[in-house]
Structure formats: C-alpha cells, structure tokens
C-alpha cells in the first residue's frame, strides 16, 4: 500500500507534512539522542517518524486512524525501538509509557481540531514529560507564548504557562502540507517547570478562576469573578477589581485563586 493511496481525513484534520525543509528544521529543533524516549502523536505517514527513529532513541507513536497503520507497519515494523499504539491521543494514559519522571518527549503535527484539549490533556501528565514540540496553527502557537495586556493572553496561555516554559520557534507556511491548510502553522516547544515558579494551592481552583475571569473577557473582574470572590475578597489578593482579564498576569491569578481557596478550606489540600 503506497503513501500516495490514502486521503486525508477532514473529520480528524489531517494535513500531511511534506517539505523535507521543514521536516530537517523540525528534527533539529527536538534534537532527539540514542538515549532518550519519545512519543510521537498522530505521526501520519510518518514524515517526522524515520528520522525520529535514524537518532537511536526509543519511539512509540499513537494514530487514531485505522487506515495509516498498515501504511506505518510497512515503513517502520522492522525497526527495534519503535511501537504502535492505535487509538485517540485525547484518552490515552501517557503515564503507562514512562517509567521515570520527566523522562517523555513528546512531538506532534497536531489536527487543530484538537490541539488544544490535548496540551490539556498532557498537562495532566506533565510531571512525566521533559519537553513537547508541537506543530500547530499560528494563532493557537502565538496565543500560548502570549504575554499579559494583549488579545492573545487568556485561559490557554496563562494555564499552559503555569505548568511550561513556552518557545514560538518558527512559522511553517500552508505549502509544506499536502493538502495546505488555510491556515499558517507554528512550531512550539513546551517544557514542563521542574518546579512551578507560581504554585497554586489548588490549580483546580485556577483553573475555575481563569475560567470564570475569560468568560466575559471585556468585563472588569469585579463583574466576571462576582460569583466565586465579591470586591473585597479580590482586593485582599491584592488585585485591582476594576481591571480587565487580559491585564493580569499570571502570579496575580495565583493570588486570587489562592483566595478563593482560603475562603473553601476544605479543596485547599490538592497539590498540582
């Protein structure tokens, strides 16, 4: 079954990487080693996969789509260091693959349809990762690198820069995928904090906050946070209510989620 037999997917938004430019930049940037163990997401046809695996280092890939995997298996089931798992990245336990923390790679062309509850989902393993490159679109890459004050900084920046270290390293035009997105991509390089610069007494409880102030981005938190923590409560966190969302940072979400926690003794126990 060659490469050029199978279409892609709408419905898991599939676009195939094919610029063998983009690939070489994009296996220079992970700079994978003999010793190491990655997870390659949604891997295609195996595009980034080969030169994963020309580096020596332990790889197991996960593809949701059943008609790429006799493709993978003819390219790479010889190959001593790699695995296959069929199934959605979205559920599957990153945790039954490594044996140590902070010891997973992790690297993906992710379908934008689901990029983002995905990092999510790997956050939730993030004491097991050392790093994550991801292609994404533009626009989600620049909203994860966001910094305070700016359209772009919300819920996702400031949770996935809670637990990561964000690099925008570089833009990736619509050209190197067959068929070309409508959209730019971005490479990003996500690498989890070994220790969390802002700790939460409860990241639940950030998590809600955050939620809450973005709901109605335009509104001063006075009014998006009037359900969870009234006036004086976000000025004993030393925030100024009357401010927008998107003026805070992220140290000054800690401090009103870490009210909040104050205020519901009883969830404040939960570590990250």
Known sequence: MSDYQHRARKRFGQNFLHDAGVIHRI???IHPKPDEHLVEIGPGQG???GGLLDSGARLDVIELDLDLIPILQARFATR???ALHQGD???FDFGRLADRPASLRVVGNLPYNISTPLIFHLLEHAALIRDMHFMLQKEVVERLAAEPGGGDWGRLSIMVQYHCRVEHLFNVGPGAFNPAPKVDSAIVRLVPHAELPHPARDPRLLERVVREAFNQRRKTLRNTLKGLLDAGAIEA??????LRPEQLD???FVRLADQLATLQPETSAHGR
């Open 47 to 49: 595009a980034l996969t």
């Open 237 to 242: 966190a030393g925030v100024d209510g009357g």
């Open 27 to 29: 296996l220079r940037a």
């Open 250 to 252: 992220l140290p000054a």
């Open 80 to 82: 001593e260091r790699w």
């Open 89 to 91: 990245a979205l559920k």
